[in-house]
């Protein structure tokens, strides 16, 4: 029997798809993607090796998965039943996928993560890049650039050292920390339920109603306290219901409010009234579509990675 499975281990790894390495308890086994997978099962881990493209189509793999650096992953309708770790330049991008581990990324190129369900995401360096998604655990990006669209957040996110942080359109029922970004941030007709932070942003904050940073029709909701402090941006609080209090100290300029802003609790702080003739030039001004720009460069990677992996062929999972 032992001649028997060294032999079939021995062809297993021949083919590329098996890897084993032997311990002194027992053998840990991964399956290597290379090229295109389709609807099979793994039954345990899955590792894009470094500088290659795998793409998953109905996949489900029951151990963790790792993308290498400069790797890339495309995914759709796949089944992730374990963490998912994204290297360096690596580039993740799943549609209408479950992950139902954690989704760590350092020094990524970035994450595309649409009409899927994960839990935690864990972010340093790289986009985060959210739509239509589900979100179940607390969402970190950091010293990267993080955009949210129509999405559900159950937990916290957080927003440290980024270029930007925006969010549109989506719900947060936990905690919004948005700190230290070079380029603010935006709040557009999204929910927050815990207490909301901007504090330490430079360039423009725009916490609902329009402006130089993108259009915002609909109206923001903070359930708890929001606090707008030592920011150098130029921030605008408007169209928007805050149900705590508000805390605007050591802004500069201060905070603008809005003639839509409504403050249910008390105010600590200076604020100054926005003018309309500052809505005027803002609505007349082209906006910054940085979600359009994101798009744009997560799907120029997918496609790269997409050729790439045909080209390798079907990958043996």
Same mark, same amino acid.
């Given at each position: 029997?032992?001649?028997?499975?060294?032999?079939?281990?021995?062809?297993?790894?021949?083919?590329?798809?098996?890897?084993?390495?032997?311990?002194?308890?027992?053998?840990?086994?991964?399956?290597?993607?290379?090229?295109?997978?389709?609807?099979?099962?793994?039954?345990?881990?899955?590792?894009?090796?470094? @500088?290659?493209?795998?793409?998953?189509?109905?996949?489900?793999?029951? @151990?963790?998965?790792?993308?290498?650096?400069?790797?890339?992953?495309?995914?759709?309708?796949?089944?992730?039943?374990?963490?998912?770790?994204?290297?360096?330049?690596?580039?993740?991008?799943?549609?209408?996928?479950?992950v139902?581990?954690?989704?760590?990324?350092?020094?990524?190129?970035?994450?595309?993560?649409?009409?899927?369900?994960?839990?935690?995401?864990?972010?340093?360096?790289?986009?985060?890049?959210?739509?239509d998604?589900?979100?179940g655990? &607390?969402?970190?990006?950091?010293?990267?650039?993080?955009?949210?669209?129509?999405?559900t957040?159950?937990?916290?996110?957080?927003?440290?050292?980024?270029?930007?942080?925006?969010?549109?359109?989506?719900?947060?029922?936990?905690?919004?920390?948005?700190?230290?970004?070079?380029?603010?941030?935006?709040?557009?007709?999204?929910?927050?339920?815990?207490?909301?932070?901007?504090?330490?942003?430079?360039?423009?904050?725009?916490?609902? @109603?329009?402006?130089?940073?993108?259009?915002?029709?609909?109206?923001?909701?903070?359930?708890?306290?929001?606090?707008?402090?030592?920011?150098?941006?130029?921030?605008?609080?408007?169209?928007?219901?805050?149900?705590?209090?508000?805390?605007?100290?050591?802004?500069?300029?201060?905070?603008?409010?809005?003639?839509?802003?409504?403050?249910?609790?008390?105010v600590?702080?200076?604020?100054?009234?926005?003018?309309?003739?500052a809505?005027?030039?803002a609505?007349?001004a082209?906006?910054?579509?940085?979600?359009?720009?994101?798009?744009?460069?997560?799907?120029?990677? &997918?496609?790269?990675?997409?050729?790439?992996?045909?080209?390798?062929?079907?990958?043996?999972?």
């Amino acid at each position: 029997m032992k001649i028997l499975t060294l032999i079939a281990t021995a062809s297993l790894v021949a083919t590329g798809s098996l890897v084993a390495f032997t311990g002194s308890a027992q053998a840990a086994l991964y399956t290597t993607c290379v090229g295109d997978g389709g609807a099979v099962t793994v039954t345990n881990d899955l590792v894009v090796p470094a @500088g290659k493209s795998c793409t998953l189509t109905g996949t489900k793999v029951k @151990g963790t998965v790792t993308v290498e650096a400069g790797a890339d992953l495309v995914a759709a309708g796949a089944t992730f039943n374990g963490t998912v770790t994204v290297g360096e330049n690596a580039y993740l991008d799943l549609t209408d996928t479950t992950v139902k581990g954690a989704l760590t990324t350092t020094s990524a190129f970035g994450a595309h993560v649409e009409k899927s369900t994960l839990k935690a995401v864990d972010a340093t360096e790289g986009f985060v890049y959210v739509v239509d998604s589900t979100l179940g655990g &607390a969402v970190s990006s950091k010293a990267g650039e993080l955009y949210v669209t129509g999405s559900t957040l159950n937990s916290s996110l957080t927003g440290e050292n980024n270029q930007y942080s925006d969010v549109y359109d989506s719900t947060v029922k936990g905690a919004l920390t948005v700190g230290g970004n070079t380029l603010g941030g935006v709040f557009c007709a999204s929910e927050v339920y815990g207490a909301a932070t901007y504090t330490g942003n430079a360039d423009t904050l725009q916490i609902g @109603g329009e402006g130089l940073l993108g259009s915002c029709a609909g109206a923001s909701y903070f359930g708890g306290n929001l606090a707008v402090t030592d920011n150098t941006a130029k921030s605008v609080l408007d169209n928007a219901i805050v149900r705590g209090g508000l805390t605007a100290t050591g802004n500069n300029p201060v905070l603008a409010v809005g003639e839509l802003a409504r403050v249910r609790g008390g105010v600590t702080g200076e604020t100054a009234a926005a003018g309309a003739s500052a809505a005027r030039s803002a609505k007349k001004a082209a906006p910054q579509d940085r979600g359009a720009d994101l798009a744009e460069k997560a799907a120029a990677r &997918a496609a790269e990675a997409k050729a790439d992996a045909h080209g390798a062929g079907p990958s043996r999972l």
